[in-house]
């Protein structure tokens, strides 16, 4: 009879030669640099939002869009141009200077030929999401921190539409079905 | 007297990491058969429970905790990765076994439902009984205890058949 001592025993053994190789003031470090840079964020966001506020009320905040470029307080979070072979390059800034307008990212995509849907702080998808992601979007982030991607609107599935959703730390993207049911998560 | 405070939780933060670091590696790794991204996550969890760890030092399993947020963690850098194309390089290739862990073991446990691995490794790596199982999974006592009977039932055949003890008294 086989008892579950030995199955425990054995799947214990299996794992026994694995050690953290992190140090605690590594992990203690890192705990810090989080709150830090939560701090810094919160800090930035809220005196960026005052500022606008502030533009807004003396009407002196004025974007465009399609170069996604808005004057003074925020900046604006993406920039759009012509890539090669009908393709549409597009860098995403990170940071809490940088505001995207969803609905002035769509629009300039739209202009070139890229379907999109665009949201903040939630990503969005549809049941059954369509295949071919990786023919649409290729890309990588850069080093600091934005996000640089090519889109392929030829590749894009009739029927379909891009899905970017824009959060502070990373992005994603997906390729849903135009007038489906959206899902969205935060 | 509040830095002699600060001092008394980084010493018991320090105590608990030591103390209970390698049996979350373990425990985490056995669920996502990769030690350098399990190293990540738990070294991930273990941040943030210094962070909060006025309330985590309170919880009925601080160690079970530290599992959950890494598994969590994992979860979330999963669904982040199916998406995102700027690419993250942690990847869940469940057939990249690293080093450390035993390859028959591990494989027998990916064949597992995700929630009976964990369960696996919630019993079995960090001691756990069922009550504190179920509370750190957020399932019913009743439910930790049938998962780990299908478990241990696959798992024992898979590698305590007797067909494997002859192939080793052979």
Known sequence: MIRDTDLEHKVRESVSGLQMQTSVETIIDNARRQRRSRRTMQSAAAIVGCAAIALAALGLTATDHESGRTSNAQLAAFTLSDGPAGSASLTLHKGAQYRLDPEALRRALAAHGIPALVTVGKSCDTNPDPDGLDEVVTGHRQSSGDVFITINPAAIPAGAELSIGYFPNHTTFGLIEQNAPEHCRA | ?170
């Open chain 2, 1 to 170: 007297m509040r830095r002699d405070g600060v001092r008394d939780a980084r010493a018991e933060f320090v105590e608990f990491y030591e103390t209970n670091k390698d049996a979350c590696l373990r425990a985490v790794a056995v669920s996502v058969a990769d030690r350098d991204l399990a190293e990540e996550l738990v070294g991930e969890a273990f941040a943030r429970a210094w962070t909060g760890w006025a309330k985590v030092r309170r919880h009925a399993s601080p160690a079970a905790w530290i599992v959950r947020v890494a598994l969590n963690t994992r979860v979330s850098w999963w669904r982040r990765r199916r998406r995102e194309v700027p690419l993250a390089h942690h990847d869940t290739a469940h057939d990249d076994l690293k080093s450390g862990l035993d390859r028959d073991v591990t494989a027998a446990l990916l064949r597992l439902p995700q929630r009976q691995r964990e369960v696996v490794a919630l019993r079995f790596l960090l001691d756990l009984d069922t009550d504190t199982t179920a509370r750190a999974l957020g399932i019913a006592p009743g439910t930790v205890t049938a998962h780990l009977a299908r478990a241990t039932s696959v798992l024992r055949r898979q590698l305590l058949s007797p067909e494997r003890i002859t192939e080793v008294t052979q």
